[in-house]
């Protein structure tokens, strides 16, 4: 019994809950209200790069163009018609860099709000002259929690924009297509280069995904071989995180749905079957996620009935003992009575007798409990 205290679940619970790492969504209201008290476009989020920086890759399947470039560029007067432009931008929290690109493209205020707000839930938007994407990147930080970056697309006639909190690897594979000129993304339009964006943030879902049932799995071993404490609150935090990823994958996949089920200028129809191919994936992940919340419900009923099977099981056998022992209470406190006049105190080997009758109680008990399973 030294592995498994008994105490009680609730209180377990919310001691253990308050030590998880805490889920890296903050809804950041005090910046909101600030916001709509100016009347300004603000940044809504968290600063997690110095300085905002911009890449430009130019390709089409002749030849492919990257180069730094910075923020006040007249992106609309560098685009070609020819080419498809691609302008990545690392970083958020620049407001005039994101106004100056806004005004450059004749982006809508409201979408610009949109890009810098960090709390925006997945969607897509259909304007005159582009089509707005919003969606969150999940991937695991460290061992126990995860990293949540919100990244907007700005898809025109012939052109992309990405907005992203901070440098990451999500698209570094795609950028080498570009250069290397593989797969099929230098001989497509912009659109295309939009799918391969959005199939390499969902990639990243499976990835987490795949990470979490791996620690699911060993959990699963933990419970039935040696259950502990720790293993509730272990449980319960992988919940919450297969809960975030399940809220962000939900409206990704209605955004993929609005994009498929429409006709829309900026994606052509030879495209759509790709959006169609990528809104399945997403269906399959949330599939896979909602699988793995169900086997988190399994393990902590689990956890409970072998936490009950454990407590039965200790009062089975101190109850055993404490009904064996009552017999022979019952003996020894007879004969410890002070009456002057009992007859089996004067009897020579009335000690021997009475250990002998004691020791018969308790053989016979024992093989009673033992017939009956209760040993």
């Given amino acids: 019994m030294k592995d498994f205290d008994i105490t009680r679940p609730d209180k377990l619970l919310f001691t253990g809950l308050k030590t998880l790492v805490s889920l890296p969504l903050t809804l950041y209201t005090d910046q909101k ?68 690109i806004g005004k450059n493209l004749k982006l809508d205020r409201i979408t610009q709000r949109q890009i810098l707000d960090t709390t925006l839930r997945p969607k897509v938007d259909e304007y005159d002259t582009y089509l707005f994407f919003s969606i969150k990147s999940i991937l695991k930080d460290g061992e126990e929690s995860l990293k949540v970056e919100q990244l907007s697309f700005v898809l025109g006639r012939d052109y992309v924009v990405s907005f992203q909190e901070e440098e990451g690897d999500h698209f570094d594979h795609i950028r080498n297509k570009i250069v290397e000129k593989l797969g ?56 919450q995180l297969s809960q975030t990823i399940k809220k962000s994958l939900t409206p990704f996949k209605d955004a993929l749905r609005a994009i498929s089920s429409r006709e829309s200028v900026f994606i052509a129809k030879s495209t759509h079957k790709y959006y169609m191919d990528l809104m399945s994936s997403c269906e399959g992940a949330i599939e896979e996620i909602s699988s793995t919340v169900n086997s988190l419900d399994s393990l902590s009923n689990i956890y409970f009935s072998s936490l009950s099977q454990k407590m039965n099981e200790t009062m089975k056998v101190l109850t055993t003992v404490a009904t064996i022992f009552i017999p022979l209470t ?9 009456f002057e006049y009992m007859p089996e105190l ?30």
């Fill in 184 to 239: 099929l993304i230098r001989t497509r339009k912009a659109d295309f280069l939009v799918c391969q964006l959005l199939d390499a943030i969902l990639d990243n879902y499976y990835e987490t995904i795949e990470w979490i049932n791996t620690k699911v799995e060993r959990l699963e071993k933990r419970v039935f071989d040696n259950p502990t404490q720790d293993i509730i609150v272990e449980m319960e935090h992988l919940k």
């Fill in 33 to 100: 209200t600030k916001a709509k008290e100016t009347g300004k476009v603000a940044f809504i989020g968290k600063k997690k790069v110095e300085e905002v920086t911009v890449q430009l890759y130019q390709y089409d399947a002749k030849m492919v163009d990257k180069r730094d470039v910075e923020g006040s560029m007249d992106y609309a007067a560098a685009f070609s018609n020819q080419k498809v432009s691609w302008v990545n931008v690392y970083g958020l929290h620049d407001v005039d860099i994101i106004e100056k």
């Fill in 330 to 338: 019952f003996i020894a406190g007879v004969y410890g009575m002070n």
């Fill in 346 to 375: 004067k009897f020579r080997y009335g000690y021997q007798a009475v250990w002998g009758v004691m020791g018969l109680t308790f053989v016979g008990m024992f093989i009673y409990f033992k017939r009956k399973n209760w040993l």
